[in-house]
């Protein structure tokens, strides 16, 4: 199955019309309103909160509604250092985020637990939720992270978001 | 007056309890010979030698030694600004020693930090939970015999734990390595 059918204008169709199929309009609609989840748990949230910032302007590629609610939000961004304790709550919240959703693990700790091979840290987000993109870096530049959610809507736009949803509704 | 001084006075009055003063580096130190009697002291020193400011307490796990943990408290006052520290020891049979938060209210966080931390319990203290990690973690995890790379536990709905990896680590650098690939951390096992 094709799944990543440009969407555009066609010069050879007159009018106000432009050929499409819904995959790829609704795929065209998610990637360009990422809505982060800002999941800052240590010094990576600085970097995000730079690239949320006027300099680097995550608002560029529609991901500037950064709201501390996940039932708004379709991407976490984990920046961060996850301990075991904080461990669950990173999870619940992730459960709490609206189908479909996409984790960014930002740095080397969110990653792998980074320099931290300690007993109270989560060796890796992944041991926990599924992660779409990490980026690297300790902590990695704001244009990581824009670099890492341009990867990522690159992935959903090659999603089959039709399919996907008829396998959750079913 | 001189920190020196000032632990003589609190010699003077325990007489028999506290060690005489030794100065290291212009950093002062007492003994408390019973942990039992470490509010005491500490009450004296607050009230009469005008230590109002309890700066931290720390414990040390002397681990294979008897008595087994140290506990640290570094004193502080605002008036002369002078510093003295008392040291007292806590045996592993009974890691038991009385609550100053009726001294200074700042020693609550800083005793539940050394339960949670060495497992060192301080009796009267008015909420002794742990601070760090999650309650019911089995651990002590600043014990000497507790390893690096963690253990597993599992409480459930609250946290779980698993041993980090460590991949033939610690990665440990050695100090005047001949160049750069010597002195670079790396794996290194504790024979090499």
Redesign the interface.
């Known amino acids: 199955m094709q799944t990543s059918a440009e969407v555009g204008y066609n010069s050879k169709i007159e009018g106000d019309v432009v050929v499409t199929r819904v995959d790829a309009a609704l795929n065209w609609f998610r990637k360009n309103s990422l809505w982060p989840m800002p999941m800052g748990l240590a010094c990576c949230a600085i970097e995000l909160m730079a690239a949320g910032a006027s300099r680097f302007d995550i608002a560029r590629f529609g991901a500037e509604v950064m709201r501390f609610s996940p039932r708004q939000s379709d991407v976490m961004i984990v920046a961060g250092t996850v301990t ?2 904080m ?2 709550a990173v999870r619940r919240i992730y459960d709490q985020m609206p189908e479909p959703k996409w984790v960014i693990a930002m740095g080397a700790c969110a990653s792998t ?1 980074g320099m ?6 989560l ?1 890796g987000v992944d041991r926990i939720l599924p992660v779409d993109v990490y980026v690297a870096g300790c902590p990695p530049r704001p244009e990581a992270l824009l670099d890492a959610l341009i990867k990522l809507q690159n992935k959903v736009a090659k999603e089959p978001a039709l399919a996907n949803q008829k396998k959750a509704v079913s | 007056m001189s920190a020196l001084e000032i632990a003589q006075q609190l010699k003077a009055k325990f007489a028999d309890l506290v060690s005489d003063p030794v100065e290291f580096r212009g950093e002062v130190t007492l003994k408390v010979a019973d942990a039992e009697r470490i509010p005491e002291v500490c009450a004296v020193a607050k009230n009469e030698l005008g230590f109002d400011y309890l700066v931290d307490i720390t414990s040390v796990d002397n681990c294979g030694d008897d008595p087994r943990f140290t506990v640290v408290y570094e004193l502080y006052g605002y008036g002369h600004h002078c510093h003295v520290r008392l040291k007292t020891d806590v045996s592993e049979e009974k890691p038991e020693l009385p609550t100053v938060t009726t001294v200074w209210r700042t020693a609550n966080w800083h005793e539940r930090e050394i339960y949670d931390m060495m497992g060192v319990r301080f009796r009267g203290h008015p909420d002794l939970r742990r601070i ?3 309650e019911g973690y089995p ?1 002590f ?1 600043l014990r000497k015999d ?6 597993p536990s599992e409480v459930p ?11 033939g ?2 990665f440990v650098t050695i100090a005047g390595g001949k160049d750069r690939v010597a002195r670079e951390p790396r794996v290194r096992t504790p024979e090499s």
């Open positions: 075991y304790k461990a669950m637990g931290y091979r300690s007993y109270a840290v060796q | 760090l990690m999650w651990y995890p507790f390893p690096l790379s963690g253990k709905d609250v946290a779980f734990s698993k041993a980090a990896p460590l991949e680590g610690p």
